[in-house]
């Protein structure tokens, strides 16, 4: 008996361990916030990069994805481990239960922050690339949709369809996995930052459930694999590969990675690469146009091709048609993800999406 409760002391003497390290870990995140030029050469350049690379290239080996199963695994642990603990309120070890739940969360916080979690205290992508986001007025947003809907205009014409009008990529996603890495091998010409050897994405077998939540894909941190709901809508996969690559090369924050999906799908050689990254930054710039000047909006709405009208269609009737509880639930979710991890706005802050967008057009304007 004496055994038995010395090892359930150990126990919990080790749960304690691992709690104490991920609040140590917790400071250590909050204190390297400050130094951002230190993690982007130490960290993000550095070890990290190397240690993505090497994890995904081994994750890569399987034609499925690693993460998805992991993602699984831990939630159903998780749900054990609280049923467990209601148990114990009547065994009273209702203690020993919340530590090694606590160990375990810790646990699952101590390997993001180390694996990936570093990456949102990075310097900001426009310090990395060379433009200034600056404050722009309602005429720059107008002069940008109106150059993307030209932009998106012309390369609609050029697209496949299907029997319904809508466009098509033949091969589907895994022609679009094959091709992606493409974009990247000639943006890192110019921005060396974003070249390396990774594995490729891989599609979410649970992506019939992911529509209900209005995820179009998720980077998984502890297998460093780029996933992808390939029921998404054809047009709009070329773009959400590329954002989730742009998690696996290290940048964390959500309209960084949307702005770098922008730019390697438009130095992509396949037009229907390009075709994606314009509708991308077109949803986004003429959303942010709808909120400052309506009527601008309407006007310019008006322009598009039947194509594109018929692909934006398309693309709302499908997402509509699963919104519900779960949707906003995983919304929620998210949005307090992202505010947890320095970004305060939450689901907010894809609006500098659009401030960089702006940034890139003055430039090449100019």
């Known amino acids: 008996m004496d055994k038995i409760k010395e090892g359930l002391k150990s126990k919990n003497r080790k749960g304690i361990i691992i709690i104490s390290i991920a609040i140590i870990t917790m400071a250590i995140n909050i204190l390297l916030s400050y130094f951002p030029k230190k ?14 690379q090497l994890i995904s290239l081994f994750t890569g080996l399987f034609p499925f994805s690693i993460g998805e199963l992991l993602v699984l695994f831990l939630f159903l642990l998780l ?33 993001f922050i180390g694996l990936w979690g570093l990456n949102y205290h990075r310097v900001p992508l426009e310090e990395v690339i060379g433009i200034t986001v600056d404050q722009y007025s309602t005429q720059d947003l107008i002069d940008l949709s109106q150059y993307l809907i030209q932009e998106a205009n012309n390369l609609r014409s050029s697209m496949i369809e299907d029997e319904h009008g809508v466009t098509q990529i033949p091969g589907g996603y895994r022609s679009i996995f094959e091709r992606a890495q493409k974009g990247y091998d000639q943006l890192s010409i110019q921005y060396q930052e974003l070249g390396g050897n990774y594995g ?48 696996q090369r290290g940048y964390a924050r959500e ?32 959303n942010a146009l709808k909120k400052y000047d309506h009527v601008a909006y309407q006007d310019l709405r008006a322009s598009y ?41 939450g689901v907010k802050s894809y609006g500098k999406m659009v401030d960089l967008l702006l940034a890139d057009y003055r430039r090449d304007k100019n």
């Open 255 to 286: 309209e960084e990675a949307n702005y770098i999906a922008y730019l390697t799908c438009l130095t992509h050689e396949d037009l229907d690469f390009q075709y994606s990254g314009t509708m991308l930054a077109l949803v986004y710039s003429m």
């Open 79 to 111: 749900v054990v481990l609280f049923l467990w603990a209601m148990i114990s309120i009547f065994r009273k070890k209702l203690l020993r239960s919340l530590i090694i739940i606590g160990a375990y969360l810790s646990f699952l916080y101590i390997g």
């Open 200 to 247: 490729r994405p891989k599609p979410i077998f649970l992506s019939k459930a992911m529509l209900y939540t209005g995820i179009t894909g998720i980077y998984m941190p502890y297998t460093g694999e780029a996933n992808v709901n390939i029921l998404a809508e054809d047009y709009t996969l070329p773009a959400t590969t590329m954002h989730e690559m742009a998690h």
């Open 305 to 345: 091709s039947e194509g594109v009208r018929r692909d934006l269609q398309y693309s709302y009737d499908l997402w509509h048609s699963y919104e519900g509880k779960v949707e906003e639930v995983a919304s929620r979710m998210n949005d307090q993800y992202l505010k947890s991890n320095g970004q305060k706005s």
């Open 39 to 52: 993690i982007e050469l130490l960290y993000s350049n550095g070890l990290n990069k190397k240690m993505i």
